[in-house]
Each structure stands twice: as structure tokens, then as C-alpha cells.
């Protein structure tokens, strides 16, 4: 198995251990020099949709699994992942404070290379077995940074605008 921290972006983390991001970026060179090609994880998306899914582990520790990848995508930026972690998980519940509090902030992934080519000293990955999603301190990407972290009071907040919203052109209607 190779481990590779492509360009990740852990784009919001939610009070329920909800966690959604780029787990690899496409055409982006990562500190080893790996560029990841649109297409590469196509299998890897057919083969969740029948049920193999990657595992969530902490810094690729396989003895560390702390949550669950409820959906993977690639589009036009990468591969889009949401997962949930599991916060009955000691671990998992370090990870989350860790995240909420902007301690860490990557994604990495490991993977098998089913098909790649080399070109001016970079290996362009085709075709990959993705193996696992791991939350991580150091991504290999300077771009793969936690955006957003959600808490229940954001969302809290976000409810009562959009009720407010409502409200008020509810009141205006009667009027």
C-alpha cells in the first residue's frame, strides 16, 4: 500500500462528527511529486456504490479506524468524500476537537497504483485502489486545509435566519 497526501481540502466538520472534503485534488502536484488524474479513482466509486468502502482512519493507522466514508464522488475539482466520525470513539472524539479547533486540518489517502506514467519528474496517477481516508496533521499539500468546521450553534443561528425569513414573508402574504 502507498500512502499519498495529494492536495486534500477537509472542507466542514458538523457537531454529529459529519466531516465533507476533497480527499484528493486533480492535476495538483504534491510534495513527492504525484499528480493525481481526473478518472483515477473511477473503480473506487463504482466499487463503494456495491459496497466496498474505504476505511476513516487516523494518520493511516490501520489500528485506528475512527469513522465511516458515507459517500464518495469524483468531479471536476477531485475525489468529494463525506464521512461521519464516530464519536463514541475516544479517538474519534479527540480527532473532532482537534478539527473544530483548527488544530489539524488534512486529508491523505492510501492507495494501491493500478495504472500510472511518468512525465518531467512527475508520476501521474490513472488509475488507483483506494484503500483508505485518513485524517491527518501533516498533508503533503500545503492547499489541503480544514475551510469550514460547523458547530450546532452555527446551525442554530442558520434555523433561526431562515425561520425569521419565513416568518416575515409569511406576515407579509396576510398583509
Same mark, same amino acid.
Given at each position: 500500500?502507498?500512502?499519498? %497526501? ?13 466531516? %465533507?472534503? #476533497?480527499?484528493?485534488?486533480? +492535476?495538483?502536484? +504534491? ?18 456504490? %456495491? ?42 472524539? !479527540?480527532? #473532532? ?44 499539500? !500545503? ?7 460547523? %458547530? ?24
Amino acid at each position: 500500500m502507498r500512502i499519498l %497526501t495529494p492536495c486534500v481540502h477537509l472542507k466542514s466538520i458538523g457537531e454529529n462528527g459529519g466531516i %465533507t472534503g #476533497y480527499a484528493s485534488v486533480f +492535476d495538483v502536484a +504534491d510534495e513527492y511529486g504525484d499528480v493525481v488524474v481526473c478518472g483515477a479513482f473511477k473503480d473506487a466509486v463504482a466499487n463503494f456504490i %456495491t459496497g466496498k468502502r474505504p476505511k476513516l482512519l487516523w494518520q493511516h493507522d490501520v489500528h485506528s479506524p475512527i469513522g465511516v466514508i458515507e459517500e464518495i464522488r469524483e468531479d471536476g475539482r477531485g475525489l468529494f468524500v463525506r464521512g461521519r466520525l464516530l464519536l463514541e470513539i475516544p479517538k474519534a472524539k !479527540e480527532v #473532532y476537537f482537534l478539527l473544530k479547533n483548527k488544530a489539524i486540518d488534512g486529508f491523505s489517502i492510501g492507495y494501491r497504483i493500478k495504472h500510472n506514467y511518468f512525465k518531467n519528474n512527475k508520476q501521474y496517477l490513472t488509475d488507483i485502489d483506494l484503500l483508505e481516508v485518513s485524517i491527518v496533521t501533516f498533508p503533503a499539500c !500545503e492547499e489541503a486545509l480544514v475551510d469550514n468546521v460547523k %458547530t450546532n450553534d452555527d446551525l442554530l443561528r442558520e434555523i433561526r435566519a431562515i425561520s425569521q425569513k419565513i416568518r416575515k414573508k409569511k406576515m407579509g402574504e396576510k398583509q
